[in-house]
T-cell receptor, first 113, second 112 residues
Framework: NAGVTQTPKFQVLKTGQSMTLQCAQDMNHEYMSWYRQDPGMGLRLIHYSVGAGITDQGEVPNGYNVSRSTTEDFPLRLLSAAPSQTSVYFC????????????FGPGTRLTVT | AQSVAQPEDQVNVAEGNPLTVKCTYSVSGNPYLFWYVQYPNRGLQFLLKYITGDNLVKGSYGFEAEFNKSQTSFHLKKPSALVSDSALYFCAGGGTASKLTFGTGTRLQVTL
C-alpha cells in the first residue's frame, strides 16, 4: 500500500493564482481531512470529509474548496492564492472519523509571493 | 470551543532519563485524545490514543500517556529516552464535535 500520497511536494504561486493540491489514499478509508501547519500554531483543520460526496468545513476554511467524488481522492483547491496561505499542507485519512488513527501524507510546502 | 494546550515549546532530556511532554485539554463530553509525532520533513505519525478504559495508555516505541480527568491532562511519558526520540510531538483532542484540535507542538530534544 502506498498509504496517503500528496502532490506536489513543493509549489510556488503568485498572489491571485489558483491551484489544486492532490491527495489520494489506497486504504479504503471513509474519513479524509486537510490541515495546514504553521510555526507556533500546530495543525489547523481546513476541511474534512466523512465519505464520498460529503464534505464539511474545519477551523480555517476561507479561501479553500474541496470535493470528494471518490473514496480515494480528496483534492484541495486554492481559489485565489494569498501570502497568508503560505504554509505546509497535510492530507490525512482514517478508517471512519477522527476518533480513529489518522494516517498523514508527506505534506506539500506552498509559498505564495 | 474545544482547545488543546501544550505549555512547553521544548523539552530537553538526557538519554536514559525519563521524559514527560505535557498536554491539557478542554472538550465537550467524553474526550478522544491522541499523541502524534513528527520527524523533520515528514508527515505526522500516530503514537497512541485514549478513547475509554484504562487511564494509562501504552503506545508505539515505548511511549505511554496518562489520562487524568480531574486535571484534564493527557501527558506523554517514556521511562528511558533515546536520542532517536528527538522530534516534534503533538497532542490532539476532540469531543462531541466531529473535529480534532491539535496543540501547538512540543519539540523534544534528547542529548547524549
Amino acid at each position: 500500500n502506498a498509504g496517503v500520497t500528496q502532490t506536489p511536494k513543493f509549489q510556488v504561486l503568485k498572489t491571485g493564482q489558483s491551484m489544486t493540491l492532490q491527495c489520494a489514499q489506497d486504504m479504503n478509508h471513509e474519513y479524509m481531512s486537510w490541515y495546514r501547519q504553521d510555526p507556533g500554531m500546530g495543525l489547523r483543520l481546513i476541511h474534512y470529509s466523512v465519505g464520498a460526496g460529503i464534505t464539511d468545513q474545519g477551523e480555517v476554511p476561507n479561501g479553500y474548496n474541496v470535493s470528494r467524488s471518490t473514496t480515494e481522492d480528496f483534492p484541495l483547491r486554492l481559489l485565489s492564492a494569498a501570502p497568508s496561505q503560505t504554509s505546509v499542507y497535510f492530507c490525512a485519512s482514517s478508517y471512519s472519523g477522527y476518533s480513529y488513527e489518522q494516517y498523514f501524507g508527506p505534506g506539500t510546502r506552498l509559498t505564495v509571493t | 470551543a474545544q482547545s488543546v494546550a501544550q505549555p512547553e515549546d521544548q523539552v530537553n532530556v538526557a538519554e536514559g532519563n525519563p521524559l514527560t511532554v505535557k498536554c491539557t485539554y478542554s472538550v465537550s463530553g467524553n474526550p478522544y485524545l491522541f499523541w502524534y509525532v513528527q520527524y523533520p520533513n515528514r508527515g505526522l505519525q500516530f503514537l497512541l490514543k485514549y478513547i475509554t478504559g484504562d487511564n494509562l495508555v501504552k503506545g508505539s516505541y515505548g511511549f505511554e500517556a496518562e489520562f487524568n480527568k480531574s486535571q484534564t491532562s493527557f501527558h506523554l511519558k517514556k521511562p528511558s529516552a533515546l536520542v532517536s526520540d528527538s522530534a516534534l510531538y503533538f497532542c490532539a483532542g476532540g469531543g462531541t464535535a466531529s473535529k480534532l484540535t491539535f496543540g501547538t507542538g512540543t519539540r523534544l530534544q534528547v542529548t547524549l
